[in-house]
């Protein structure tokens, strides 16, 4: 940016800084600085936009970046801000070392601001429609809500009628108060509405192929045989869940004894019951690492309702639990079925289940009056566990530290698959959405089969943009959550198509048009960033070239960090841009400053989404850091591409300090694997450190989530004097 205006704010203690001195840094740039009391008032705000006709960005350096976001955004303009109030005043003791410090971050931030380029959005052609992948409870919600916004919504279902599993069911879980009354199933009047609405419906259908990107997929559909086509801007998976396969659980007589069945199988028996006494078996394979290790959270609820299905008709139901789970408003429910006198509620552990003539025998011991049962019924029922439909089907396993590699592996590049017998196998689990992506071809997933993104922060968005889950398929849950959840998910379909329509990305950066441009004639193949994009948005040609997909992007930069050829780079965060601000910083020349030897210089590269709020609430809650720490934020830890290191290491900084999200199984990452990638590419780093001939202690990669803020000292002020210890980098004065 050519031209560039600084405003300095004096408000929030922010004053206690020398102010001369600042503008004086900004002078160094060739920038007359202009002060104001209180930026972030409307006296503030009228102050900076009588200049904005003559400016092409704009440094604010008052508080930080992260609030009062809206109030300085100038109409497009590029702003920068200089956190002077929690970066500087409200976390260091006022100092001379705390007043180069602010000065440091000036700097910073007018380099960044020159650097800058102004961004174009990916402007295309778009289409808003939304389709709507399932037709049971939750994909006929969000089709719905999607009609009754005002856009279009597309149904596909594998089966011959809408409706899914909810078809079968007898009865329903209550719904309204008092929470004790069983209900009719809900999906008939969702189908009915479905109707009214002209939402269009594909049944025995499903999906061929998925190519492109948000707002520009183009959908091949099989149905009956014949290819239909359509252009979609995003994608509801509602598809739905499956029952763990009872066959494995012939200790409790599944597939042995015809009086043992599933909680699924007993909804059609229960329409003619008659007079019963039925156990139910709870947690059947489920909380067990031989079977499904997770619980499915409504399978108590769903006992309780077919406990019910037994008393209306003058049986017994007895219940053997491991713990009884009715989360909020099912309490009523539960509290209701225990006074029911039909009703007999154990926490146990069932031994055995054995025939005795017409009967079946149940042996239970460990429960809570504290002696063996046994019980004798007509009929044993065994809550299995929901599996989600993805569950089995070939997609990109993430890689966490701690677990083995799976090799990327694509079902439409045969050649990195290993064996025809593989290929075989794939086609006969069969697909759901057949993505054409180069990282494959389902929505990724964790290791019990449900897709997912970040389940602290947007629990709707998948690993691909513009494609959301809900429902069952996403994690288990009864219908009216279900319905909850569709809704959820119909919302950010439509955000999907309306930001993809402007050329912006969606969460976490909501908004950002900064797309990565590629200068692929330097582009040596290595597939890094191919391979580390944990969104997909990266396909590639034959010779591994990288293929960008604009809209499927995030914005992370972690494609970025990855080059080892530095061809990627936004408009607003570049190599120039980083290292430029990085070489910015005055690292005092012992040949010629008496007290260099005192000031030591670390930088801290910091994750935007949790280290940067981590040190926000450190400052407001009193926390003091040392002032020889500069801390930079970074868009994401896997944004952090080597040349930082080295071009900080070869200025003369004495140590990096690289601070993250939590990774591996329970990851806290926002972009899924940045911080895990900044933490594997430290063996890059320790080449640098090696050819530079210094001490690999000198760079460190720190986990902090951003509830650690009370961690925060201690992780910075302890690396500081470890540094201090190592002594000063001998590039100094170089």
């Not at 619980?295 to 017994?316: D, E, F, M, P, R």
């Not at 789970?325 to 006198?341: N, S, V």
């Not at 054995?354 to 011991?365: Q, R």
Request: proline residues 4%.
């Amino acid at each position: 940016m050519e031209k560039v205006g600084v405003y300095i704010c004096t408000g929030c203690d922010i004053g206690k800084l020398d102010v001369e001195k600042l503008k004086a840094v900004s002078q160094e740039f060739g920038i007359e600085a202009k002060v104001h009391p209180f930026l972030c008032s409307a006296q503030g705000i009228e102050f900076i936009s009588k200049d904005l006709a003559n400016l092409d960005a704009i440094v604010i350096a008052a508080c930080s970046p992260r609030v009062k976001a809206s109030l300085f955004n100038f109409n497009g303009k590029y702003v920068e801000r200089v956190n002077l109030r929690e970066g500087v005043v409200w976390s260091h003791e006022m100092n001379e070392h705390t007043q180069e410090l602010a000065e440091d971050y000036l700097r910073i931030g007018i380099v960044k601001a020159q650097k800058a380029e102004k961004p174009e959005p990916y402007k295309q052609e778009t289409s808003k429609d939304i389709l709507v992948v399932g037709g049971g409870v939750s994909g006929l919600t969000a089709a719905i809500e999607i009609a009754k916004s005002g856009y279009k919504a597309i149904i596909v279902e594998k089966e011959a009628e809408l409706g899914g599993f909810a078809r079968k069911l007898y009865k329903s879980l209550p719904t309204s108060s008092p929470y004790t009354r069983l209900e009719e199933p809900i999906v008939a009047k969702l189908i009915d509405e479905v109707k009214k609405l002209g939402i269009q419906v594909f049944t025995s259908t499903i999906i061929e192929s998925i190519q492109g990107q948000p707002g520009m997929l183009e959908v091949k559909l099989k149905q009956n045989g014949n290819t239909l086509n359509l252009k979609v801007g995003a994608i509801i998976v509602a598809t739905g869940w499956k029952p763990y396969d009872a066959t494995k659980l012939s200790e409790f007589g599944y597939g042995k004894m015809k009086n043992v069945v599933t909680n699924v199988e007993f909804e059609s028996i229960a329409k003619n019951l008659g007079k019963k006494d039925v156990v139910f078996i709870q947690c059947a394979g489920q909380r067990d690492e031989k079977h499904l290790p997770y619980c499915s959270s409504v399978c108590c609820l769903v006992s309780l309702k077919q406990a019910k299905y037994v008393t209306s008709n003058g049986g017994n139901a007895f219940i053997i639990y491991k713990d009884m789970r009715t989360p909020g408003l099912w309490e009523d429910f539960y509290k209701a079925m225990q006074d029911d006198p039909g009703v007999f509620l154990t926490k146990g552990e069932v031994k055995a289940v054995k025939e005795n003539g017409g009967k079946v025998v149940v042996e239970v011991a460990n429960n809570l009056l504290g002696e063996d049962l046994t019980i004798e019924a007509d009929l044993v029922v065994l809550a299995i566990g929901m599996e989600s439909t993805m569950k089995g089907l070939y997609t990109i396993k993430e890689e966490f530290p701690d677990e083995k590699t799976v090799p990327y592996k694509h079902v439409y590049e045969p050649r990195l698959i290993k064996s025809a017998e593989e290929v075989e196998q794939i086609k006969q689990i069969g697909h759901i959405l057949n993505l054409a992506y180069r990282q494959g071809p389902e929505l990724p997933t964790l290791r019990y089969g449900f897709p997912d993104s970040n389940y602290i922060c947007f629990p709707y968005e998948s690993r691909r943009l513009g494609i959301y889950a809900c429902g069952a398929v996403r994690a288990p849950m009864e219908i009216s959550a279900a319905m909850e959840d569709a809704r959820g998910a119909a919302l950010k379909a439509i955000q999907a198509v309306e930001l993809v329509a402007e050329g912006k990305t969606t969460f976490p950066r909501t908004g950002d048009v900064d797309f990565p441009n590629f200068f692929l004639q330097r582009c040596t193949q290595c597939k890094r960033c191919t391979e580390e994009c944990p969104f997909g948005a990266l396909d590639e040609d034959e010779r591994g070239t990288p293929m960008p997909n604009p809209l499927r992007c995030r914005r992370c930069g972690i494609c970025f960090g990855s080059c080892p050829e530095r061809i990627i780079s936004f408009k607003q965060y570049s190599i120039d841009q980083m290292s430029s601000a990085i070489k910015a910083i005055y690292v005092p020349d012992p040949n010629w400053d008496e007290t260099a030897a005192e000031k030591f210089r670390v930088v801290a590269f910091v994750c935007e989404n949790d280290a940067l709020p981590a040190l926000d609430m450190a400052s407001m809650n009193g926390v003091k850091l040392n002032p020889l720490v500069r801390f930079i934020p970074v868009r994401c830890l896997g944004s952090v591409n080597t040349v930082f290191i080295a071009d900080a290491l070869s200025k003369g900084i004495d140590g990096i300090l690289l601070m993250g999200c939590k990774f591996g199984q329970d990851y806290q990452c926002h972009f899924i694997r940045g911080s895990e990638l900044a933490n594997r590419r430290m063996e890059n780093v320790q080449e640098t450190l090696q050819r530079l001939m210094l001490e690999k202690e000198r760079v460190r990669v720190v986990e902090v989530s951003i509830t650690d803020w009370d961690k925060i000292a201690g992780i910075v002020n302890g690396f500081v004097e470890e540094i201090k210890k190592l002594g000063a980098n001998p590039y100094k004065g170089f």
